[in-house]
């Protein structure tokens, strides 16, 4: 079972530019998370999904969209990457809405020059 | 204050020791709480949810004091395999709600040595 994978891995990108980072899970849950990872500031939630076509602010959303077109797929957009968004992204899915096992992805790291 | 905070360390510990750490938080009304393991440059994985009686999985006990507003995490017997990042995790009521919040804690750095 694949579980919860990102896509890319790692990307430059340059300032103003836009990306779009990918999460696809197989495991039929109905929340979806986006974290970044700052060296001291541990995981910090961006946004989340609690079931497909919904989707809320976590405590870090500027600057970041998502959509939940499905239940599987939760993509985190940047409309206009600063240096401020370089960070490790890591993608997260749970039975139910923040009482349950949260499943993570590996990570996408990103650049911003 | 941060409202979930951690020792960094690191705590450096020979193999077989007992190693115990803490992890404060400063919301009464958390609801949920976690201690989730990360290995260097991987994602986080959910080493145990913690329950209010305390909770044990083999080596590792979890206990959660409310009245302190503190969780802890003790291994026994440490292996060099649990060497690893150990984040906290509380869940400040369900996140739909306009006072809901999911905090991680910075984590605390644990090195086994031979």
């Known amino acids: 079972t694949a579980g919860i994978t990102q896509a890319p891995t790692s990307q430059i990108l340059a300032a103003g530019r836009s990306m779009t980072l990918r999460c696809t899970q197989d495991m039929r849950h109905n929340a979806m998370y986006w974290y970044r990872q700052d060296l001291g500031l541990g995981l910090r939630l961006i946004h989340y999904?609690?079931?497909?076509?919904?989707?809320g602010k976590g405590e870090v959303p500027d600057g970041y969209s998502v959509s939940r077109a499905n239940t599987d797929d939760f993509p985190l957009t940047l409309a206009s990457a600063v240096p401020s968004q370089t960070s490790v992204y890591f993608c997260?899915?749970?039975?139910?809405?923040?009482?349950?096992?949260?499943?993570f992805g590996p990570g996408t790291r990103l650049t911003v020059l | 204050r941060k409202e979930v905070e951690q020792d960094p360390g690191p705590f450096n510990v020979p193999e077989g020791a007992t190693v115990a750490f803490n992890c404060t938080y400063s919301n009464s009304a958390s609801q949920s709480f976690f201690w989730y393991r990360q290995d260097c440059r991987k994602e986080p994985k959910l080493l145990m949810s913690?329950?209010?009686s305390g909770n044990e999985d083999g080596r590792f006990t979890a206990q959660l004091n409310r009245a302190s507003q503190y969780i802890s995490l003790l291994i026994r017997d440490s292996k060099l395999s649990d060497s690893a990042t150990y984040l906290c995790v509380v869940n400040i009521g369900p996140l739909d709600s306009s006072a809901s919040k999911i905090i991680f804690g910075s984590g605390t750095r644990l090195s086994i040595r031979p």
């Open positions: 913690v329950y209010s």
């Open positions: 997260a899915s749970s039975d139910s809405l923040g009482v349950d096992t949260q499943y």
């Open positions: 999904s609690n079931t497909a076509g919904t989707t």
